[in-house]
Nanobody, 124 residues
């Protein structure tokens, strides 16, 4: 049974930081691709970052230099460290997982099969 459980969302002032976590269950973490997407009501879903089988990480241009995706294999946990937050980062953030080669340089075009329920991030 595969499952992705996000945590760490909340409200923060502009310029602040948050770290999102995603507990991963039931995946072969060695080859599975993982990532983060976000969505705001009325806007298209946006790929934020993803990590491929070889460990290469791709970021959306809107978050490059501010967000960092990392993976702790021992803890089966994916992280998204977010710094320099601004109101445009307000969204529901989803942890995603998929087969090898799912993660693409243009993250938004990556077709991830598995999605968590999301965690809300609000920046004011």
């Amino acid at each position: 049974h595969v499952q992705l459980v996000e945590s760490g969302g909340g409200s923060v002032q502009a310029g602040g930081s948050l770290r999102l976590s995603c507990a991963v269950f039931g995946f072969d973490t060695l080859d599975t691709n993982f990532g983060w997407f976000r969505q705001t009501p009325g806007k298209e879903r946006e790929g934020v970052a993803c990590i491929g089988s070889g460990g290469r990480v791709a970021y959306a241009d809107s978050v490059k230099g501010r967000f960092t995706l990392s993976k702790d294999k021992a803890k089966n946990t994916l992280y998204l460290q977010m710094t320099g937050l601004n109101p445009e980062d307000t969204a529901m953030y989803y942890c995603v997982a998929g087969e090898p080669s799912t993660c693409r340089p243009d993250v938004s075009t990556s077709q991830f099969k598995y999605w968590g329920r999301g965690t809300q991030v609000t920046v004011s």
